[in-house]
């Protein structure tokens, strides 16, 4: 076997991103795969994008819960404690905002990476 063929097949045994194959995107993803997560092989990259959508989705279920928490009437009996629990659901809109924003990015990172 010549040795150019040798190194293609070295190559194509290496572990690729699992990305494209396991999720709604547009192709496969051509990086090694390196982070084993949910059981699937991924880049640094899509790692990376994949803990900060799970990231977005507790923060809004926080955001959630808490305004339920902050509606109910009941719990306006002790104002300083409702205050205290509006002003850390800002902080927590402010988290999804900013975890928003760095999801953003990332995907439009992503985007001027293909060619």
């Known amino acids: 076997m010549p040795p150019n063929e ?9 572990p690729r991103c699992e ?6 995107t547009v192709g496969e993803c051509p990086r ?3 982070v084993q997560l949910d059981g699937s092989l991924l880049c ?13 989705g507790t923060l809004l279920g926080t955001v959630f819960e808490m305004d339920k928490w ?3 009437p009941n719990n306006r009996a002790d104002q300083l ?11 927590t809109v402010e988290q999804l905002r ?10 439009q990172w992503e985007r001027d990476q293909q060619p």
């Open 70 to 72: 902050l509606d109910n």
């Open 81 to 91: 404690y409702w205050q205290r629990m509006l002003r850390q659901r800002d902080e």
């Open 6 to 14: 040798a190194n293609v097949q070295s190559a194509d045994q290496q």
């Open 44 to 56: 640094v990259p899509h790692a990376e994008l994949l803990r900060l959508k799970v990231r977005e």
């Open 32 to 34: 090694l795969g390196e």
């Open 98 to 107: 900013f975890n928003r924003r760095l999801v953003e990015a990332h995907t």
């Open 19 to 24: 990305f494209g194959k396991t999720f709604l």
